[in-house]
């Protein structure tokens, strides 16, 4: 069973699942593996930790395509070629077409920095210490055309304390996504 996983940035969540694929000898028990590394900026941070963990990677330029549709098939017709049994969004900045999502209905799965369905979208962080709550959190979700809205696999809460600014809050929820996002696609493959 081949995962693929997309990116857009440094990859932390990339390499947390990496590395309980090794830790979980996903390999073994449920023969799945970490195939291959696909970001939509070929000068994502991820893409030089994937190398080096020997996954293969590639780049699709979303700026190279003019229709939103046109980088989606661009994009799939490479994650295809690792005939993926899971497809991982993981720090991926991009609104994916209908298309795209009904290709891969089933065996897509996204992680977002809140306790969905509160605060789909940006900022999640700023926005949860502007409404005053008192916990925040992550949610791995499957994907469906709506943003951020599809069925939740896991969550985990953390507190919000009173001198948190965004970027506190961002790296206490990080931490929780690196492992919850891993211990879902374990529990997807044991599944
Ligand atoms: C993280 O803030 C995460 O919440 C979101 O994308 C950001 C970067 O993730 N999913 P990563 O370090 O590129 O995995």
């Known amino acids: 069973k081949n995962i693929v996983i997309l990116i857009s940035g440094g990859g932390s969540n990339m390499a947390a699942i990496a ?9 073994e028990r449920f ?3 970490v195939a291959a590394v696909i970001s939509n900026k070929p000068e994502a941070g991820g893409l030089k930790i994937a190398r080096g963990l020997g996954i293969a990677t590639a780049a699709v330029d979303h700026r190279e395509f003019a229709a939103r549709e046109d980088f989606d098939a661009a994009l799939s017709r490479e994650i295809d070629k690792h005939a993926p049994a899971l497809v991982v969004l993981a720090g991926f900045m991009r609104i994916l077409t209908p298309g795209f999502v009904a290709h891969y209905a089933g ?3 996204n ?3 809140s306790l969905l369905p509160a605060f789909p979208g940006l900022h999640t962080h700023r926005r949860a210490l502007e409404a005053g709550c008192k916990v925040a959190g ?3 979700h499957q994907v469906t055309t709506e943003l951020d809205h599809g069925p939740i696999l896991a969550q985990a809460v953390v ?4 001198d948190d600014d965004a970027a506190a809050l961002a790296a206490r929820v990080l931490t929780q996504e690196h492992r919850i996002y891993a211990q879902a696609i374990e529990g997807w493959l044991a599944g």
């Open 138 to 140: 992550v949610t791995v």
């Open 31 to 33: 023969n799945a593996r």
């Open 111 to 113: 992680i977002h920095p």
């Open 159 to 162: 507190p919000i304390l009173p």
């Open 19 to 27: 590395h309980a694929a090794v830790q979980g000898r996903w390999a």
């Open 107 to 109: 065996r897509l799965i």
